[in-house]
């Protein structure tokens, strides 16, 4: 499978930390889009899937995939015309993960789940990605899945699924969430309250999570990503509305 990874390298266009960074994914040297052109599942039997890093763990910067520029670049996210960073909440830094996105997904705004109760959030399906080594942006993982939370962020439905490297040196223990907490004690209860508290800061209230803040097991996310890769097919196809998203690659 690494043959196949190493073939994704970065383009960076512009200066970290300003409105006009971005961070441009190529195949073999052609530019693709990291939303539409890069494979969810890295392998036949679907159980290795590739992640793209927007954020690297304990960075602040908040990095994402631009839904509406051409080839849908990594850029930071602007609000109110300023450039928007996590806060440090104690006693964490910055991003406590690597987080980032699942290509070729989407949370469908149009489409309330019945569990959540709430929409999704028109955006590629969320990751957690806790293995020891930091990624950097645009990176691609290649990746198992262990578990899902379904946090509810201002009312839409917004997953988290959690996620370990193929590489790393406790993939092979780690198969589904109740071996996150036997081998990294503590860190789901972490994530939990991060987000739960990161926008704090901003002046916004505490986020809420379904479930009672429960991480469902690994069956459970790969219906969830199953469920948002065929919403991404009815997005590319014609099926929903755009929401202003650029599928032209």
Same mark, same amino acid.
Request: some cysteine; glycine content about 6%; proline content about 6%.
């Given at each position: 499978?690494?043959?196949?990874?190493?073939?994704?390298?970065?383009?960076?266009?512009?200066?970290?930390?300003?409105?006009?960074?971005?961070?441009? &994914?190529?195949?073999?040297?052609? #530019? &693709?889009?990291?939303?539409?052109?890069?494979?969810?599942?890295?392998?036949?039997?679907?159980?290795?899937?590739?992640?793209?890093?927007?954020?690297?763990?304990?960075?602040?910067?908040?990095?994402? &995939?631009? =839904?509406?520029?051409?080839?849908? #670049?990594?850029?930071?996210?602007?609000?109110?015309?300023?450039?928007?960073?996590?806060?440090?909440?104690?006693?964490?830094?910055?991003?406590?993960?690597?987080?980032?996105?699942?290509? /070729?997904?989407?949370?469908?705004?149009?489409?309330?789940? #019945?569990?959540?109760?709430?929409?999704?959030?028109? @955006?590629?399906?969320?990751?957690?990605?806790?293995?020891?080594?930091?990624?950097?942006?645009? /990176?691609? =993982? /290649?990746?198992?899945?262990?578990?899902?939370?379904?946090?509810?962020?201002?009312?839409?439905?917004?997953?988290?699924?959690?996620? &370990?490297?193929?590489? @790393?040196?406790?993939?092979?223990?780690?198969?589904?969430?109740?071996?996150?907490?036997?081998?990294?004690?503590?860190?789901?209860?972490?994530?939990?309250?991060?987000?739960?508290?990161?926008?704090?800061?901003?002046?916004?209230?505490?986020?809420?999570?379904?479930?009672?803040?429960?991480?469902?097991?690994? =069956?459970?996310?790969?219906?969830?990503? /199953?469920?948002?890769?065929?919403?991404?097919?009815?997005?590319?196809?014609?099926?929903?509305?755009?929401?202003?998203?650029?599928?032209?690659?």
């Amino acid at each position: 499978m690494s043959s196949s990874f190493s073939k994704y390298t970065q383009r960076l266009v512009g200066t970290p930390n300003t409105p006009d960074f971005r961070v441009f &994914i190529e195949e073999n040297g052609k #530019p &693709i889009s990291p939303f539409h052109d890069v494979p969810l599942y890295a392998n036949a039997e679907k159980t290795v899937l590739n992640m793209i890093v927007e954020v690297p763990r304990w960075t602040n910067a908040k990095m994402e &995939i631009s =839904k509406e520029e051409l080839l849908n #670049p990594i850029k930071q996210d602007v609000k109110k015309g300023r450039l928007r960073y996590v806060r440090n909440c104690f006693p964490h830094h910055g991003y406590i993960w690597n987080y980032g996105a699942f290509p /070729q997904t989407w949370e469908d705004p149009n489409h309330l789940h #019945p569990e959540t109760k709430a929409k999704g959030d028109n @955006d590629p399906l969320d990751v957690c990605e806790i293995g020891e080594a930091v990624g950097y942006v645009g /990176q691609i =993982k /290649q990746v198992k899945v262990l578990g899902v939370m379904a946090l509810l962020d201002e009312g839409e439905t917004d997953w988290k699924v959690i996620v &370990i490297d193929i590489n @790393d040196p406790l993939e092979s223990r780690l198969h589904d969430v109740e071996d996150v907490e036997k081998h990294l004690p503590g860190l789901i209860r972490a994530t939990n309250e991060w987000f739960r508290i990161y926008k704090i800061p901003d002046g916004k209230p505490e986020n809420t999570f379904a479930f009672s803040g429960e991480c469902k097991n690994k =069956k459970y996310a790969m219906e969830i990503i /199953q469920e948002c890769s065929e919403s991404w097919d009815r997005l590319i196809s014609g099926g929903s509305d755009l929401r202003g998203i650029n599928w032209n690659v």
